[in-house]
């Protein structure tokens, strides 16, 4: 079975200074991993994924994560921090095998970033 | 090009009753997927379609809970009865495909609250 963690439930950054979200996975293939944020009373917005190739994925809003297979994580990471960052945000994770009985996307349960002026 | 669209966006709702929400993915997208989020955690698959036909249904509480894409475009999830526990907000997604390792969009999301 996959699953996700996201070791910490808040994360507190003060504006300008770097943002690091930690994820980790399990999958008995190889994944596909997500990132999402989450704004209040808003679904859920993509923000990037990885798939192949280059460990380093950049994506929406400045942000960027990280691949690492042999520590099997994932970390979202933004150079400097906006108020406006504050969210919440969700690793996922899905399984490159696919499979008939669909490729599930299993989401971690969330990490609140909250950024200080 | 419009997001995926959800009614209602807040329902509440004695426990026992019956609740209805409903769901337009984006245009053109085949895959269709119904989320359950608690408060606090992350989204849970319900089930899955792909055009009209269930992909993935294997976490709906079936004796419940209950959906449909009959024309393969809009999605009804449907509660009956409602339980307490079933408090939460149900999210919407859609996506091109589903075999590759395709983006999923999600909409708003209904808030549902049992009491």
């Known amino acids: 079975a996959q699953s996700v963690a996201q070791p910490e439930d808040q994360v507190n950054v003060a504006e300008g200074n770097p943002l690091t979200v930690k994820c980790t996975y399990s999958v008995s293939g190889n994944p596909y991993l997500f990132w999402y944020v989450q704004y209040p009373n808003r679904g859920l917005q993509f923000l990037l994924k990885y798939i192949t190739g280059d460990n380093l994925v950049k994506g929406s809003y400045g942000f960027e994560a990280e691949f690492n297979k042999s520590q099997t994580s994932f970390h979202l990471k933004k150079p400097s921090a906006l108020v406006s960052d504050s969210a919440l945000y969700f690793c996922?994770?899905?399984?490159?095998?696919?499979?008939?009985?669909?490729?599930?996307?299993?989401f971690g349960g969330g990490t609140r970033v909250l950024v200080k002026p | 090009e419009a997001g995926v669209a959800q009614s209602p966006r807040y329902k509440i709702i004695e426990k026992r009753q019956s609740v209805a929400f409903w769901c337009n993915p984006i245009s053109g997208h085949a895959t269709l997927y119904w989320y359950q989020q608690i408060l606090g955690q992350g989204p849970k698959l319900l089930i899955q379609?792909?055009?009209?036909?269930?992909?993935?249904d294997s976490q709906l509480p079936k004796d419940r809970f209950s959906a449909e894409r009959l024309k393969g475009v809009d999605s009804t999830l449907k509660i009956q009865p409602a339980k307490l526990e079933d408090s939460a907000v149900y999210l919407c997604?859609?996506?091109?495909?589903?075999?590759?390792?395709?983006?999923?969009?999600f909409g708003p999301g209904t808030r549902l609250t049992v009491l």
């Open positions: 379609f792909q055009n009209n036909g269930v992909v993935d």
């Open positions: 996922a994770v899905r399984d490159r095998e696919i499979k008939a009985a669909g490729n599930k996307l299993t």
């Open positions: 997604a859609s996506s091109l495909v589903s075999g590759a390792p395709d983006t999923q969009y």
